[in-house]
């Protein structure tokens, strides 16, 4: 199906969201995977023990493993745009070279989305009501796994030039912020973060499963 937006209008919304025909008392059955004594010894080169310890805990609390995805992926869900699954192939009509600023609203349950389109140069130039300035840098990144980090649930916040990234093994990464990834500092705090960071002034708010944190400046 194609949709053309109104003429007078240089942007367009677009419902991204999941939808699962499974239904809700139904439990999949175990996936045949599970951790390895050569994933650990991976982890450990990878992470280091600390790190590769509290990540192994953490997924036995849960009682799953990382391969253990049929309840949060494609296997359960079908994922929609504005209501189309897939095959439906929803498509917005505009002219070349013409610059429109799409917003997108996560409608899932809970999925995250990474929203690329092949072949053009796409810019933040607002979240979650943030304008201009604060996300006015390039979208992406170059994909690279940051280490020591593990069971990240948590949204990244940025405040003050920095973007703070809180895991569930208890690290909080602090990156650079910029088009560039540049780690600028990695701290472990004995707790499991499931919550964004929340920035009051020069104070920052860290919610933890056993603690509350407020790590301020002087």
Known sequence: MSVAPPSRSSGMSTLISDFATTVSTAKPAPLNNSFTVGDFIDDVSEMGWSAAVA???????????PTDLADVSGYTYTYLMNGQAPNGNWTGIFKPGEKIRLR????????????RIPGL???????????GGDFGHELLVEGERLKGIS?????????????????RNGTVSVL???????????????????????????????????????????
């Open 55 to 65: 990540d192994r805990k953490m997924w036995a609390e849960m009682k799953m493993s």
């Open 104 to 115: 997108f609203i996560n409608a899932s349950a809970m999925t995250y989305f990474d929203v």
């Open 121 to 131: 140069k796409m810019t933040v130039v607002a979240a979650d009501g943030l304008h």
């Open 151 to 167: 069971g990240v649930y948590a949204s990244p916040v940025s405040a003050g030039g920095r973007v703070y990234i809180a895991g």
């Open 176 to 218: 650079k912020d910029s088009a560039k990834l540049e780690v600028l500092a990695t701290n472990e705090l004995d707790d499991k973060f499931d919550c964004s960071p929340a920035v009051v002034g020069n104070q920052m708010f860290l919610r933890g499963k056993e603690h509350l944190y407020c790590i301020a400046t002087k």
